[in-house]
């Protein structure tokens, strides 16, 4: 930590701490051209009540507070101020989280409310004269009404306005313009259905979910900071199955988790107006793999289509075809075309050229898709789903050996004498090794550890192999629409002999996997010969 402080070692209180009062809320970004019609649809329900709104966030220099997940906020509203502090969410897009408010007369902390919070154990740190300076600052126009459906209230808030940070040359900014539906009582699904019921009609806005709070947002602005890239890692879907699952549960718990890292790098994508070319690359590969990964699940946990809609598997192929297409040219341009100039193929000024026009036209339509209702119908879908019920199916333990079996002796069949295969059935295995993979990985904690990494490893090099001869060969295809000219000739010879020379190193690490001892069979112990004396 800088100027050497701990906040780890920072005395913790003594006092019990209560039950904290809970902030249930829905955030969806909206895009300007849909304001006014949001604001048609929401005038159903009264003209709404507006009000400025200007909020200081305050912090220590070394971020103390917001390091240790807390937001402390000083609110002007009317001629009256409001301190809250909100401690750090839980639940992605529907966010839950404790929140504390204390009436001010004026713009000054007031420490002796913090006690019984996240933040009491910094409370000797933040008594020291000038440790709290504001950070930044949002200002916006809030407009807000009070809906009732039924058994359930909440409040939607329409905020316009921009978060603030720095002084006069060195200030930035950043537009707000989000809606935000908080629950004052009922199911808090219903703010997942209400988003969805405005998004409806013909033309209506797009509500697209939003897992960042304005205090998130404002202070990466003041350390100059863009939204990092979410891991789409096996580790992050393992942490999130509850314990002992059934399929069913462990199908909802991976569904919740690809849907939280999808949203947060499609947010990453779409907030940087022109982001540097790697950076775009992996928020869409790690989408990308969010995706296949909530698809692979779906595959192995509910293979006969009963408890995931159909519909809502047709609306990832499409959104993952869009990061496909997006993802492909990255390899191709960056990896793919440069490997095949290290190889001896002369550089083709006007195949990359072509290609990057590509690469443009590909995500324009990636990120006007990301940005629009079909998108955030399908985000908003996919949570309302993994809040149903989940049916009465087996233990995700007990049916998980079976499957990955299956999926096993697919890959294998299909990879049968494999250096005689065409390009189409190459690619098939290719993605039957992927499905095997992530399926593998997902159940790693019920397999033992020694065998499950030794498995996960050989199909980790089998998948870099398959990787490698698909990217020469959609190279090829791609190439291949450009004219018949001597540039694509010579490219396409070269990647028509990387595919030749891989050949034999794919068959041999198929052979290898084949042999090797599977972690999900259970293995009989082989009982020791007895003795003649114990026979007698």
Same mark, same amino acid.
């Given at each position: 930590?800088?100027?050497?402080?701990?906040?780890?070692?920072?005395?913790?209180?003594?006092?019990?701490?209560?039950?904290?009062?809970?902030?249930?809320?829905?955030?969806?970004?909206?895009?300007?051209?849909?304001?006014?019609?949001?604001?048609?649809?929401?005038?159903?329900?009264?003209?709404?009540?507006?009000?400025?709104?200007?909020?200081?966030?305050?912090?220590?220099?070394?971020?103390?507070?917001?390091?240790?997940?807390?937001?402390?906020?000083?609110?002007?509203?009317?001629?009256?101020?409001?301190?809250?502090?909100?401690?750090?969410?839980?639940?992605?897009?529907?966010?839950?989280?404790?929140?504390?408010?204390?009436?001010?007369?004026?713009?000054?902390?007031?420490?002796?409310?913090?006690?019984?919070?996240?933040?009491?154990?910094?409370?000797?740190?933040?008594?020291?004269?000038?440790?709290?300076?504001?950070?930044?600052?949002?200002?916006?126009?809030?407009?807000?009404?009070?809906?009732?459906?039924?058994?359930?209230?909440?409040?939607?808030?329409?905020?316009?306005?921009?978060?603030?940070?720095?002084?006069?040359?060195?200030?930035?900014?950043?537009?707000?313009?989000?809606?935000?539906?908080?629950?004052?009582?009922?199911?808090?699904?219903?703010?997942?259905?209400?988003?969805?019921?405005?998004?409806?009609?013909?033309?209506?806005?797009?509500?697209?979910?939003?897992?960042?709070?304005?205090?998130?947002?404002?202070?990466?602005?003041?350390?100059?900071?863009?939204?990092?890239?979410?891991?789409?890692?096996?580790?992050?879907?393992?942490?999130?199955?509850?314990?002992?699952?059934?399929?069913?549960?462990?199908?909802?718990?991976?569904?919740?988790?690809?849907?939280?890292?999808?949203?947060?790098?499609?947010?990453?994508?779409?907030?940087?107006?022109?982001?540097?070319?790697?950076?775009?690359?992996?928020?869409?590969?790690?989408?990308?793999? *969010?995706?296949?990964?909530?698809?692979?699940?779906?595959?192995?946990?509910?293979?006969?289509?009963?408890?995931?809609?159909?519909?809502?598997?047709?609306?990832?192929?499409?959104?993952?075809?869009?990061?496909?297409?997006?993802?492909?040219?990255?390899?191709?341009?960056?990896?793919?075309?440069?490997?095949?100039?290290?190889?001896?193929?002369?550089?083709?000024?006007?195949?990359?050229?072509?290609?990057?026009?590509?690469?443009?036209?590909?995500?324009?339509?990636?990120?006007?898709?990301?940005?629009?209702?079909?998108?955030?119908?399908?985000?908003?879908?996919?949570?309302?789903?993994?809040?149903?019920?989940?049916?009465?199916?087996?233990?995700?333990? *007990?049916?998980?050996?079976?499957?990955?079996?299956?999926?096993?002796?697919?890959?294998?069949?299909?990879?049968?004498?494999?250096?005689?295969?065409?390009?189409?059935?190459?690619?098939?295995?290719?993605?039957?090794?992927?499905?095997?993979?992530?399926?593998?990985?997902?159940?790693?904690?019920?397999?033992?550890? *020694?065998?499950?990494?030794?498995?996960?490893?050989?199909?980790?090099?089998?998948?870099?192999?398959?990787?490698?001869?698909?990217?020469?060969?959609?190279?090829?295809?791609?190439?291949?629409?450009?004219?018949?000219?001597?540039?694509?000739?010579?490219?396409? *010879?070269?990647?028509?002999?990387?595919?030749?020379?891989?050949?034999?190193?794919?068959?041999?690490?198929?052979?290898?996997?084949?042999?090797?001892?599977?972690?999900?069979?259970?293995?009989?112990?082989?009982?020791?010969?007895?003795?003649?004396?114990?026979?007698?």
């Amino acid at each position: 930590m800088p100027s050497g402080i701990d906040a780890r070692r920072m005395p913790r209180s003594s006092a019990p701490t209560a039950a904290p009062p809970l902030e249930i809320e829905l955030k969806l970004a909206v895009r300007p051209q849909d304001l006014e019609r949001l604001r048609r649809v929401l005038s159903a329900w009264g003209p709404g009540r507006r009000q400025r709104l200007r909020t200081d966030y305050v912090d220590t220099p070394e971020r103390v507070l917001a390091r240790h997940g807390v937001a402390l906020r000083l609110r002007r509203i009317g001629r009256g101020w409001v301190q809250t502090l909100k401690a750090r969410g839980s639940g992605g897009a529907l966010t839950v989280r404790g929140e504390w408010e204390t009436p001010l007369t004026g713009p000054t902390v007031k420490l002796g409310c913090l006690k019984g919070t996240p933040a009491a154990p910094l409370l000797p740190l933040l008594a020291r004269a000038g440790a709290l300076r504001p950070v930044f600052r949002t200002e916006f126009e809030r407009t807000t009404w009070d809906i009732v459906l039924d058994a359930v209230q909440f409040e939607a808030a329409l905020d316009l306005g921009a978060v603030r940070a720095g002084r006069g040359r060195a200030a930035v900014t950043a537009p707000l313009c989000e809606l935000e539906l908080e629950l004052r009582g009922g199911d808090p699904a219903a703010l997942i259905d209400f988003a969805l019921d405005l998004m409806a009609p013909r033309g209506a806005p797009a509500l697209r979910p939003l897992l960042d709070s304005k205090a998130t947002r404002g202070d990466r602005l003041a350390r100059g900071e863009t939204a990092a890239v979410t891991k789409a890692g096996a580790s992050g879907f393992r942490a999130a199955l509850p314990r002992n699952p059934t399929t069913a549960e462990a199908l909802r718990a991976v569904v919740a988790h690809g849907t939280h890292v999808m949203l947060a790098n499609v947010d990453g994508l779409l907030q940087l107006d022109r982001p540097p070319r790697g950076v775009q690359a992996e928020f869409v590969h790690q989408a990308r793999v *969010a995706l296949r990964r909530m698809r692979s699940a779906a595959r192995l946990l509910d293979r006969r289509g009963r408890d995931l809609p159909e519909a809502l598997r047709e609306e990832m192929r499409w959104f993952a075809g869009l990061c496909g297409a997006a993802r492909d040219l990255d390899v191709l341009l960056d990896e793919t075309l440069p490997a095949l100039e290290r190889d001896g193929t002369p550089r083709m000024a006007a195949v990359e050229r072509t290609m990057r026009v590509r690469h443009a036209r590909a995500y324009r339509a990636l990120r006007a898709a990301a940005a629009g209702v079909r998108f955030a119908r399908l985000a908003l879908r996919l949570l309302r789903w993994t809040r149903t019920p989940a049916p009465k199916t087996p233990a995700f333990a *007990a049916r998980a050996p079976r499957r990955l079996e299956r999926l096993r002796k697919r890959l294998l069949d299909s990879a049968a004498f494999f250096t005689a295969l065409e390009a189409p059935q190459r690619h098939a295995v290719r993605i039957r090794a992927k499905r095997l993979r992530y399926a593998l990985e997902l159940a790693a904690d019920t397999m033992p550890v *020694a065998a499950t990494t030794a498995w996960t490893r050989r199909l980790e090099a089998l998948q870099d192999l398959l990787g490698a001869t698909n990217d020469a060969e959609v190279a090829q295809q791609t190439v291949a629409q450009l004219g018949d000219t001597a540039a694509v000739r010579s490219l396409r *010879a070269a990647a028509r002999n990387f595919v030749r020379g891989s050949l034999m190193p794919t068959e041999r690490a198929l052979l290898q996997l084949a042999r090797a001892p599977e972690p999900w069979r259970r293995r009989r112990a082989r009982r020791a010969p007895r003795s003649p004396a114990a026979k007698a």
